[in-house]
């Protein structure tokens, strides 16, 4: 693989969820201590994006005001969403705010944000492809790519469509490795079709591997009682050849120092590594969950237009994981819009499911745990 990177640990420093004060600011002092941490260990590749609140400003005062500037890579993101911007224009000028709110004038790595099958064509639209390209051409950017979030087949539409991207981030860890609705290992297989390098994040799926189920905490305490869940996930991550470096979202002093204990002198999973997460794995599949495969054959006849595979991946993050708070937020979003207590009970989609899924029943249970 044709890295883009060197002298720099594999593990990255994710920028999203840094710690914050009882205000709500961003802990500043603290995350110093992080990127002082985090450099003593080797780490040089630090992640934010325009829309992580606060994030940028706080990546200027932690770190770029206090290191120089060669001696770390930074990526930030354009959002091209209407949440983020209203035009054109406005999309264009975040490349500006952003290297204002940083304190610097070029950035390493910069990332269209979040493409997906939805959202890719207001990228296009926008002509911005072409100016990250200028961008690059100006020296104001060293590398440019994007971090995506659909389907393997809208991936490798995308990059068939833009060979010159130089980098993708992907969504991977061993619980989404082969989900039918993220889909990791397809999404990694396209990538290593178009030789691209990886970006990993989510590689603790938000932190939700950090405490998996009892069952699947046993087959890692068993195989080394000292390592940490959140060891044997990002590690998983790291290990896949094509992958640059993994991002970790860390929050405070103590998930740093934790990623650093096994992420310092890395070395990627021997065969009897890789075989513990692959029964980590299928324990945590027999978790009592919706066995819905996201095939979507139920839903073009649905007179509610449900987006009923997204709506029970939202309800099974709470019955594999048991995080309420997190199930609600993903469902806030996630379907689409539609809601489970939407449904009408006509019943179209039960005649077209493969897996004979009583669908009208488990869309009452949603609605009646996550709304
Ligand atoms: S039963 Fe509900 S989910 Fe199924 S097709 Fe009818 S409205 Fe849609
Ligand atoms: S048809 Fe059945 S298995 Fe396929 S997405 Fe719909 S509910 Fe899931």
Same mark, same amino acid.
């Given at each position: %693989?044709?890295?883009?990177? $060197?002298?720099?640990?594999?593990?990255?420093?994710?920028? =999203?969820?840094?710690?914050?004060?009882?205000?709500?600011?961003?802990? #500043?002092?603290?995350?110093?201590?992080?990127?002082?941490?985090?450099?003593?260990?080797?780490?040089?590749?630090?992640?934010? @994006?325009?829309?992580?609140?606060? $994030?940028?400003?706080?990546? *200027?005062? @932690?770190?770029?005001?206090?290191?120089?500037?060669?001696?770390?890579?930074?990526?930030?993101?354009?959002?091209?969403?209407?949440?983020?911007?209203?035009?054109? &224009? /406005?999309?264009?000028?975040?490349?500006?705010?952003?290297?204002?709110?940083?304190?610097?004038?070029?950035?390493?790595?910069?990332?269209?944000?979040?493409?997906?099958?939805?959202?890719?064509?207001?990228? &296009? +639209?926008?002509?911005?492809?072409?100016?990250?390209? *200028?961008?690059?051409? /100006?020296? +104001?950017?060293?590398?440019?790519?994007?971090?995506?979030?659909?389907?393997?087949?809208?991936?490798?539409?995308?990059?068939?469509?833009?060979?010159?991207?130089?980098?993708?981030?992907?969504?991977?860890?061993?619980?989404?490795?082969?989900?039918?609705?993220?889909?990791?290992?397809?999404?990694?297989?396209?990538?290593?079709?178009?030789?691209?390098?990886?970006?990993?994040?989510?590689?603790?799926?938000?932190?939700?591997?950090? !405490?998996?189920?009892?069952? #699947?905490?046993?087959?890692?305490?068993?195989?080394?009682?000292?390592?940490?869940?959140?060891?044997?996930?990002?590690?998983?991550?790291?290990?896949?050849?094509?992958? =640059?470096?993994?991002? $970790?979202?860390?929050?405070?002093?103590?998930? %740093?120092?934790?990623?650093?204990?096994? =992420?310092?002198?890395?070395?990627?999973?021997? &065969?009897?590594?890789?075989?513990?997460? /692959?029964?980590?794995?299928?324990?945590?599949?027999?978790?009592? $969950?919706?066995?819905?495969?996201?095939?979507?054959?139920?839903?073009?006849?649905?007179?509610?237009?449900?987006?009923?595979? &997204?709506?029970?991946?939202? %309800?099974?993050?709470?019955?594999?994981?048991? !995080?309420?708070?997190?199930?609600? !937020?993903?469902?806030?979003?996630?379907?689409?819009?539609?809601?489970?207590?939407?449904?009408?009970?006509?019943?179209?989609?039960?005649?077209?499911?493969?897996?004979?899924?009583?669908?009208?029943?488990?869309?009452?249970?949603?609605?009646?745990?996550?709304?």
């Amino acid at each position: %693989m044709n890295s883009l990177i $060197s002298n720099c640990m594999k593990l990255g420093f994710g920028l =999203m969820r840094l710690p914050r004060l009882d205000s709500g600011e961003i802990d #500043v002092e603290q995350t110093k201590q992080m990127v002082d941490d985090f450099f003593d260990a080797g780490g040089r590749y630090f992640d934010t @994006a325009f829309v992580y609140g606060g $994030s940028e400003e706080a990546t *200027k005062k @932690a770190l770029v005001e206090r290191y120089p500037r060669d001696s770390y890579y930074l990526a930030t993101k354009l959002n091209a969403s209407s949440f983020a911007c209203k035009n054109e &224009e /406005e999309a264009k000028n975040e490349f500006n705010i952003s290297l204002e709110r940083l304190g610097t004038d070029y950035i390493d790595f910069y990332l269209l944000h979040a493409l997906d099958k939805n959202n890719k064509d207001t990228y &296009e +639209k926008y002509g911005l492809w072409d100016y990250v390209k *200028k961008l690059k051409a /100006e020296g +104001k950017i060293k590398h440019y790519g994007f971090s995506f979030h659909d389907q393997p087949e809208v991936l490798d539409e995308i990059l068939t469509a833009h060979p010159e991207a130089e980098f993708v981030q992907l969504q991977i860890n061993y619980a989404d490795w082969d989900d039918a609705n993220v889909n990791s290992r397809k999404c990694y297989e396209v990538a290593v079709k178009h030789n691209k390098p990886v970006v990993v994040m989510e590689p603790v799926k938000g932190g939700t591997l950090a !405490n998996p189920p009892e069952r #699947v905490m046993e087959v890692f305490k068993e195989a080394d009682p000292m390592a940490s869940a959140a060891s044997w996930a990002v590690k998983f991550a790291a290990s896949l050849p094509q992958v =640059m470096v993994v991002l $970790s979202g860390m929050s405070n002093v103590e998930q %740093m120092k934790d990623n650093i204990s096994y =992420m310092k002198d890395f070395e990627a999973f021997s &065969e009897d590594e890789q075989k513990v997460i /692959e029964k980590a794995t299928a324990v945590l599949k027999e978790t009592d $969950s919706i066995p819905c495969t996201a095939c979507h054959y139920c839903t073009p006849g649905c007179p509610m237009k449900l987006h009923i595979p &997204e709506i029970f991946a939202c %309800m099974n993050e709470y019955k594999i994981y048991g !995080n309420l708070e997190r199930a609600k !937020n993903g469902y806030a979003w996630r379907p689409g819009g539609t809601k489970a207590s939407q449904c009408v009970k006509c019943r179209k989609c039960e005649g077209a499911c493969p897996q004979h899924l009583p669908i009208v029943e488990l869309l009452q249970e949603v609605a009646d745990t996550l709304e």
